[in-house]
């Protein structure tokens, strides 16, 4: 598994940006991914999961209701979809791949992790 996460940017308050995560060698498909956030000096939280199927995602509560997680397998690829974006969004948003198809929120649950990318959002 090798991942790469893009798409962050810089965006006002209320804005929308979509990230994705793609799996360059293509073999992700069987498990679970998930999207996290870290700030400098703070540990990584969790934003949002989903299932190897694409289903039973899973949200954190500060941002359910305005992200959706979902995955394309035939590209390999899983999306995070971030709209209504607030200041406190700001954070470097890494994805990652656990080892199996159902995972929990921990950054302990997850085996493989992207480089991150950077989202800031003005007020």
């Known amino acids: 598994v090798q991942l790469q996460a893009s798409g962050g940017g810089l965006v006002q308050a209320g804005d929308s940006l979509r990230l994705s995560c793609t799996d360059s060698?293509?073999?992700?498909?069987?498990?679970?991914v998930g999207w996290f956030r870290q700030t400098p000096g703070k540990e990584r939280e969790f934003v949002a999961t989903?299932?190897?199927?694409?289903?039973?995602?899973n949200y954190a509560d500060s941002v359910k209701g305005r992200f959706t997680i979902s995955r394309d397998s035939a590209k390999s690829t899983v999306y995070l979809q971030m709209n209504d974006l607030k200041p406190e969004d700001t954070a470097t948003y890494y994805c990652?791949?656990?080892?199996?198809?159902?995972?929990?929120?921990?950054?302990?649950?997850?085996?493989?992790w992207g480089q991150g990318t950077l989202v800031t959002v003005s007020s």
């Open positions: 060698r293509r073999t992700f498909s069987n498990n679970a």
């Open positions: 989903i299932n190897w199927r694409g289903g039973s995602p």
């Open positions: 990652a791949s656990a080892l199996r198809p159902i995972a929990g929120s921990r950054p302990a649950d997850f085996r493989y």
